[in-house]
């Protein structure tokens, strides 16, 4: 079966680091995208991952283990902007995202 | 760039009217584009895949002869939502894909449905 676990809410404080954890089991895999969705407003791209490793952009990264079916995404220097939500999603061997609950991120000053 | 547009962004209708629903890639040609609906605190359900000049692929439990969708165009998708209930309100939301696989989904702003 397909299956995308991240968690439901997480709460940090402003200027710190937030580690978001993605698990997942699909059949066939074409990578692994993040996007952030701010209440009310439609998801926009964060990052995409396809091969192992860290990805860096800005304040931003993201991990993939392939071998794990694991990711995160790293958030520094948390602004109180950041509050949102964060979903996973996967790209399956017939190239259809296959989306996360999403991780409701609360920063707190 | 990869910006795409939907209209209306809110739309209040009476029970069993249609709403049409609009979704444009402004600067990149969209060989695919999805829908999805999402309703409060719950993730994004795809609702159909369309590819230009083909039918859409919908998903399982999706009425095709209730959520019309057209994709003319390499730039214009639309989605129409016939004879609305109550319960089709929601926030409709599509995406846009340049390519066949790999590229990432473009989102538009969404369109907010309220059927009294």
């Known amino acids: 079966g397909q299956n995308i676990d991240q968690p439901t809410e997480m709460t940090a404080t402003e200027g710190a680091i937030v580690q978001i954890n993605c698990t997942y089991q699909t059949s066939g895999f074409n990578g692994l995208f993040w996007y952030q969705q701010h209440a009310g407003e439609a998801p926009t791209f964060l990052s995409y991952n396809v091969l192992d490793g860290l990805e860096e952009k800005g304040r931003f990264s993201s991990f993939l283990s392939r071998s794990k079916g694991y990711s995160y995404l790293l958030l520094k220097e948390l602004q109180m902007k950041d509050s949102a939500s964060y979903l996973c999603?996967?790209?399956?061997?017939?190239?259809?995202?296959?989306w996360g609950a999403g991780t409701k991120l609360i920063i707190k000053p | 760039g990869a910006v795409v547009s939907q209209h209306p962004s809110w739309v209040i209708c009476k029970s069993g009217t249609s709403v049409k629903i609009e979704c444009r890639s402004l600067?990149?040609?969209?060989?695919?584009m999805f829908w999805y609906r999402q309703f409060p605190k719950q993730s994004l359900m795809l609702m159909a895949t369309?590819?230009?000049?083909?039918?859409?692929?919908?998903e399982q439990g999706v009425e095709k002869d209730k959520f019309l969708i057209n994709h003319a165009s390499l730039t214009l998708s639309t989605l129409t939502v016939t004879s609305a209930h109550p319960e089709d309100s929601s926030f409709y939301i599509c995406?846009?894909?340049?390519?066949?696989?790999?590229?990432?989904?473009?989102f538009g702003p969404g369109t907010r449905l309220l059927v009294l």
């Open positions: 999603a996967t790209m399956d061997s017939n190239y259809q995202l296959i």
């Open positions: 600067d990149f040609q969209a060989t695919t």
């Open positions: 369309s590819n230009e000049g083909s039918k859409a692929t919908y």
């Open positions: 995406s846009a894909r340049a390519g066949g696989g790999l590229e990432t989904q473009y």
